[in-house]
């Protein structure tokens, strides 16, 4: 392996964030509807609101999978990346269009976070020799 994909730090804060990402997803999730421990977040009918349970534990899952595989190169990581955090961005933007940014202080750092992931993800693209110019 080239010394230069050893550690990329950009890929590095991504696998971290979507690792930590997943497990308080799972954990949320596995709360709420398991124990009823974690109140709504969002003002919309529980039966909608627990619709979302099954979207976002499957965006874990693609989260947990990109985490791995990006640290080791993969290209199914790069893959799940993609997939996961786009997933992730449409759930913000939802959260935004049903809280009118009311929760500003988890919108916009999300938000944030996913634009540069994607950019950043599509700019290193060569490393997982996927849509290489």
């Known amino acids: 392996m080239d010394r230069e994909k050893r550690f ?4 590095v804060i991504i696998g971290v964030i979507n690792l930590f990402v997943a497990l308080m997803t799972i954990a ?8 009823n421990r974690f ?7 529980d039966n909608l609101y627990n619709g979302f349970a099954i979207p976002d ?17 993969k ?3 790069y893959v799940f990346a993609l997939l996961g955090i ?4 449409f759930d913000v933007l939802l959260v935004a269009a049903l809280t009118g940014f009311f929760r500003i202080g988890i919108v916009i750092p999300s938000l944030l976070y ?20």
């Open 28 to 35: 949320f999730w596995t709360g709420h509807l398991l124990a």
């Open 86 to 89: 786009g997933m992730w961005l």
């Open 114 to 133: 996913c634009l540069w992931a994607i950019y950043y993800l599509w700019k290193k693209r060569e490393i997982f020799q996927l849509f290489a110019d």
């Open 57 to 73: 534990l499957v965006m874990s899952v693609f989260l947990i999978i990109s985490s791995f595989g990006l640290l080791r190169f």
């Open 8 to 11: 990329i730090l950009g890929l």
């Open 75 to 77: 290209k199914t990581g």
């Open 39 to 45: 109140p709504k977040t969002l003002p919309v009918p």
